[in-house]
C-alpha cells in the first residue's frame, strides 16, 4: 500500500470569507467560490472545465466521485488537484491486490504501558482521499470503504469512529487493462454520487500540456482557495438556500424509475439515486446564483448521477447499448415540467 501523508495547510491561502446560509449574499459568495475553485483546478487540469465543475458539485453536494477513464488522461491530476485547492487534510491510497481492510480504516493496537488499546487511524481519516486504481483491491479491501462512503465513519472492534468533515472519497480507474482486477459490486457503485471520465484533451491543450504548459503552476505550488470549515457551510448554504419545486423533484424520480422498467436494464437507479441527482441539481443551481432548480439542472447531472447505477441486460449489451444511450433516450421520452405549474416548493 501507498499512501500520501497529509497535506499541510498553505499559509495565506483559504482566503474565502465564512458565510452563514441566510445571509443574503450567500448565494452570491457560493458562486464566486465555486469559480474561483474551479478556476484554480483548471490551471493544471488543462481544456476539462466541464469536468471540473461536476467535481466540484460532487464535492458540495456531499458524494463521492468515480473517474473513469483509460491512462494517462489525469484522472489522479484532477483528484490532487481538488486536494491542492482545499487547505484541508488528504490522503492518497494506492489500491493493490494485497491491501488490506485495515491498511484503509485503520487498527486497534496494544499499548502495554497502559495497558489498554489504542486506535490508530488509517488514511481514510481525512476531508479529501484519493484512491488510485480502486477496481485493483479485493473485494474484501473495496467493502471496507462502504460503511465510511455512506455513513461518514468506521467501526473498528465494534467501536465506531467518525472521520472529519467534509469528507469525499475521488476514485480511479481504467476501464482497460482489467486483468487482474475486481470490478466494483453494483452496491459499492451505488455509494458514488458520479461517475465522470476525463477524456483525452483538444489538441490545442495537448499541445500546451506537452510543451511544458509554460508559467502553469505544478500540484505543489497550487494555492488552496478554501478551507474544511468553508465547505462546509457552503454546503449548507445549498441545503437551505435553494429550493426545489415539487414538479421538479417528481421529474428526477420519474428519470430513475424510467431506468428500473426500461427494458434494455436488469437493474435500474434506486431511491439513492434520485435523492442523490435532486442534490447535485441543487449545487449546479447554486454555483449559477439561483435559489430554485430548473429541469436542465436534472437534464445537466442525470448523466454523471444515474449512468454507473444501471446495468444493462445482456441483449442490450449485445445490441450495442450503454447506460449512457439508454439514458438518453429514456431523457427524450420522459416529459420535462412545464414553466407555471405549482409553486409549491422543497427546500
Not at 217 to 233: G, R
Request: glycine share 6%.
Amino acid at each position: 500500500m501507498s499512501t500520501t501523508p497529509t497535506a499541510a495547510p498553505n499559509s495565506g491561502a483559504a482566503q474565502t470569507p465564512s458565510v452563514a446560509y441566510h445571509a443574503p449574499d450567500a448565494l452570491r459568495l457560493f458562486r464566486e467560490c465555486f469559480t474561483a475553485l474551479g478556476d484554480n483546478i483548471e490551471r493544471v487540469v488543462v481544456g476539462k472545465r466541464e469536468v471540473v465543475d461536476l467535481t466540484l458539485t460532487c464535492l458540495f453536494a456531499e458524494g463521492h466521485l468515480l473517474v473513469e477513464d483509460v491512462p494517462g488522461t489525469g484522472k489522479t491530476t484532477l483528484a490532487r488537484a481538488l486536494a491542492a485547492s482545499l487547505d484541508a487534510s488528504w490522503q492518497r491510497i494506492q489500491f493493490t491486490p494485497d491491501l488490506l481492510p485495515s491498511d484503509i480504516t485503520g487498527v486497534s493496537m496494544f499499548r502495554q504501558t497502559t495497558n489498554t488499546f489504542e486506535f490508530l487511524p488509517g488514511p481514510v481519516f481525512a476531508n479529501v482521499v484519493i484512491g488510485d486504481e480502486i477496481n485493483r483491491a479485493s473485494p474484501k479491501t473495496q467493502s471496507a470503504m462502504l460503511e465510511v462512503m455512506e455513513e461518514g465513519r468506521v467501526t473498528v472492534d465494534g467501536a465506531p469512529h467518525s472521520v472529519p468533515r467534509p469528507f469525499v472519497v475521488v476514485a480511479t480507474q481504467n476501464p482497460v487493462d482489467m486483468s487482474g482486477t475486481y470490478p466494483l459490486p453494483e452496491a459499492q457503485l451505488d455509494r458514488f454520487l458520479m461517475r465522470v471520465t476525463v477524456g483525452y484533451p483538444d489538441t490545442r491543450s495537448e499541445v500546451s500540456v506537452a510543451a511544458g504548459n509554460a508559467g502553469a503552476p505544478s500540484i505543489d505550488t497550487l494555492p488552496a482557495i478554501a478551507a474544511a470549515h468553508h465547505i462546509d457551510e457552503f454546503v449548507q448554504v445549498v441545503r437551505q438556500r435553494v429550493a426545489a419545486a415539487d414538479a421538479v423533484v417528481e421529474y428526477a424520480v420519474r428519470i430513475a424509475q424510467a431506468t428500473r422498467s426500461s427494458p434494455y436494464t436488469r437493474l435500474g437507479a434506486g431511491p439513492r439515486g434520485s435523492v442523490a441527482l435532486v442534490r447535485a441539481a441543487k449545487v449546479r443551481a447554486a454555483s449559477q446564483e439561483r435559489a430554485h432548480l430548473l429541469p436542465e439542472d436534472i437534464k445537466a447531472l442525470a448523466g454523471p448521477v444515474l449512468t454507473h447505477r444501471l446495468l444493462l441486460s445482456p441483449d442490450a449489451e449485445l445490441a450495442g447499448w450503454t447506460g449512457e444511450s439508454v439514458l438518453t433516450e429514456i431523457l427524450a421520452n420522459v416529459p420535462a415540467p412545464t414553466p407555471g405549474g405549482p409553486a409549491k416548493a422543497r427546500s
